[in-house]
């Protein structure tokens, strides 16, 4: 059995812990699903070399291609995008807790009686959360059976009012999903790969005479689209146009691997169904072949 190139090689030391363990679970699904890294590009219309990236945790996943990956491999998508909220979380340090409070009471502070707290001889002022534990150890010190009921009491109405707030909240792979960070004109001339563009639908699509496929992709939280084109070959040219902005294309000049996939940078798309692509073959086969957005 042949092993891939993603599964023979070790992750980054400084990945984070919840992204090495999607990395892993991703890795481990692409494996018992059979496909090889050609045939998982062709699938999910993602690069060969990105999922190279994303399998070595040298690029983090965005959540399409989680979603791409769960549907290719006949997999339920619910806990992998739970997971992927978390690494999500973790690989762009909003996961990372807040720095210990430096009032924290220390094991042996945590013994001095309270009346210390009034004494004139401190060495410095006490904090008012440092008050208040010490002053809690020495109830329970005192009654501890009434203590204990009381908070237990106050734990079981803690409990029931975070059931209540959670279950009006949205689930939770609507609130995982992270508001766009380009809209419109702010879009234009960047690649849709490594934006948050996340939430990319196809609204036209074509097959050229060579056999080229193409897509016009449009991002509705980012109100921009894009062109992509599998399989590429050299010499050949995409263009994206819309009535409110500049064209935007891409050549591919090298010879690329089997099944690579071609996209251009964005455009700002108020108005989707006036996207317009258009496909140049290549410079020694003059003509092009257009399509325009049905969105």
């Not at 090495?20 to 062709?42: F, I, P, W, Y």
């Not at 973790?90 to 210390?116: F, H, K, L, N, Y």
Request: hydrophobic share 35%.
């Amino acid at each position: 059995m042949v092993h891939s190139a993603a599964r023979r090689r070790g992750l980054p030391h400084d990945l984070p812990a919840a992204c090495s363990r999607l990395v892993t679970d991703l890795r481990s699904m692409k494996d018992a699903s059979g496909l090889t890294l050609n045939e998982l590009a062709q699938a999910t219309a993602i690069s060969k070399s990105s999922w190279e990236r994303y399998l070595n945790g040298k690029q983090f996943p965005p959540r399409h291609a989680v979603q791409a990956l769960c549907n290719a491999a006949c997999q339920p998508e619910d806990a992998r995008l739970t997971q992927w909220a978390l690494a999500d979380a973790a690989w762009s340090g909003r996961g990372q807790s807040m720095p210990a409070d430096s009032d924290r009471p220390s094991p042996r502070t945590s013994g001095i009686d309270a009346a210390a707290l009034d004494s004139p001889s401190a060495s410095r002022p006490i904090s008012r959360t440092r008050r208040t534990l010490l002053a809690v150890s020495t109830l329970i010190d005192k009654r501890p059976v009434g203590t204990a009921a009381g908070v237990f009491l106050l734990c079981a109405a803690m409990i029931t009012a975070a059931a209540v707030i959670h279950a009006s909240r949205p689930t939770t792979a609507q609130t995982a999903i992270r508001p766009p960070i380009c809209q419109l004109r702010s879009c234009e001339g960047r690649n849709p790969r490594t934006t948050a563009c996340e939430d990319p639908i196809t609204t036209a699509s074509h097959t050229a005479a060579d056999g080229t496929r193409l897509e016009i992709r449009l991002s509705p939280s980012c109100q921009a689209g894009w062109i992509r084109a599998w399989p590429t070959h050299p010499g050949f040219r995409i263009e994206i146009t819309g009535p409110d902005a500049h064209p935007e294309s891409a050549v591919e000049t090298a010879q690329p691997a089997d099944n690579e996939v071609t996209t251009t940078t964005m455009i700002a798309a108020p108005l989707p169904s006036h996207l317009r692509a258009c496909y140049y073959p290549s410079l020694g086969h003059p003509g092009r072949e257009c399509f325009r957005s049905t969105g």
